[in-house]
């Protein structure tokens, strides 16, 4: 088994004037230790809404974009997902993108990150730890909830006050970094099967 863990950063919005790339260059700065990061900007993924029949082949466009997309999913040991609360739920690209996989999320764990305004977008978790349990994914116990983000961040997209999400992302990622490696060696012993 490597040292090193990777784990995708997955930014969950395409609204333009959107907030989520600047929750996660926040959150990129405070990774560190043995994880490999990458990002995946769902605002640069063109998956369409609609899906082939179940058992289906996508169209050769809709492959193209799964051959670069699914292996960046299936080689990530775990994952952090940045996502603002929309109508007290997720947004559609971020459900779009769980649903053309499936055998990727298996057995990983997922750190939530949410921004919104007074909820801090607790409800988009909430709707996405019974999405990701259906998918045999292990969403973390704690999560980090941006509460009223356009205060909390100045202009220049800086943390006024850094030091409550600071803690935050250090007890996230710590939990991240131990369900990851357990499950990474429990995946490498006995794959996982559904």
Do not use: C
């Amino acid at each position: 088994m490597t040292t090193s863990l990777n784990i995708a950063v997955i930014i969950g919005s395409v609204r333009d004037g959107r907030f989520g790339p600047t929750v996660a260059e926040w959150l990129l700065s405070r990774i560190e230790g043995p994880f490999e990061v990458d990002v995946i900007d769902l605002a640069d993924v063109k998956l369409p809404l609609n899906m082939p029949s179940y058992g289906g082949q996508p169209s050769a466009e809709v492959a193209e974009v799964l051959t670069e997309l699914t292996p960046r999913l299936e080689n990530a040991d775990a994952f952090v997902v940045i996502t603002p609360e929309y109508n007290h739920s997720f947004p559609a690209s971020l459900k779009n993108l769980i649903d053309w996989h499936f055998t990727q999320w298996q057995a990983k764990p997922v750190g939530l990150v949410s921004y919104g305004g007074l909820s801090g977008g607790r409800h988009a978790i909430e709707h996405l730890r019974h999405v990701f349990a259906e998918l045999h994914a292990m969403t973390l116990r704690d999560t980090i909830s941006v509460t009223r983000y356009f205060e909390q961040f100045d202009q220049d997209g800086k943390l006024i006050d850094p030091t409550e999400l600071n803690a935050a992302a250090k007890t996230l990622l710590t939990q991240l970094e131990w369900w990851a490696t357990a499950l990474a060696e429990a995946r490498e012993k006995r794959p996982f099967a559904a």
